[in-house]
């Protein structure tokens, strides 16, 4: 789909910033799209070419860095995770998500945003870097909902290798299901499936509480009928290119059936399961309190087996 774009539409302006540790230095990248603007941070080495990950955030309204503006705080996961790719000698792009930070020129109106164009996004992303002589080898690290983002960019635009972190394995419905389940008063509880039983239908509805406005509100309905048409698993299954599956043992968003069920859709990937990682990648326990302070927490290292697993499989796939 890029290649079809051409180049004419990406627009790229550096601002140098001190260099990191191993020669990487620190770059604000511009992407134009037909909607708007995108930013992101480019870490990358004078000399290459070198491979090069980029990094796509998962739900909601969330940075570049890993971090979403509905929470008190930061997390950093993604910046921590260039980082340390960073250390290995792997370049990365990260990148706001459209409507957010650098990337607030490109918002839409709520209601008009389609999972499509995440998926574009991160496809002209590919088309930049695979332009771009100093990266070798292009691989797409998804986290969360990034990483059905990835699966489908990854297709489109032609990717060496693709990593899943803590990403689903079943439709965003069936994930939400669990979540809310003993979650919810009876009447919301009923209320909730009636809402998804239309949505899955392909129909919106006005007819929504106002408890349950944030998942369900009007403005977002056409977003998540055009998600839910996806399938993780079968999106996965219909790519053939050196893929990495991690989830985290203390991941309270999504669970290890949801890595067995993508493992399940392409036997021929590597499958590693981290203990004490949760959802957004750090050593985190299983106690929920400890969990949920850990989102809002910059300071937490990343899950120390994250990086070599990596790193393993890339070296494993060639791609050095």
Known sequence: MCARLGLNLLWILVFCCPCLAMGLSANEVLL???????????LHAADGPRPVALLIAGSGPTDRDGNSRLLPGKNDS???LAEALAGEGIASLRYD??????SSGAALRESKLRFGHLVDDAERWVAWLRADARFSRIVVVGHSEGALIGTLAAREAGADALVLLAGAGRGYFAVL???LRGRLPEVLAQKSEGIMAELEAGRTTEDVPKELAALFRPS???YLISLIRHDPARELAALRIPTLIVQGETDIQVKFEDAGRLFAARPDARQVLLPGM?????LVPAERALQLASYSDPTLPLAPGLVPAIMDFLRDSGIK
């Open 32 to 42: 134009d799209t037909p909607t708007g603007r995108l930013a992101g941070t480019l």
């Open 78 to 80: 993604l910046r921590l």
């Open 97 to 102: 998500k459209r409507g957010l930070g650098g």
């Open 177 to 179: 299901r669990e979540q």
């Open 220 to 222: 977002v309905q056409p």
């Open 278 to 282: 949760n959802h957004i990648l750090k």
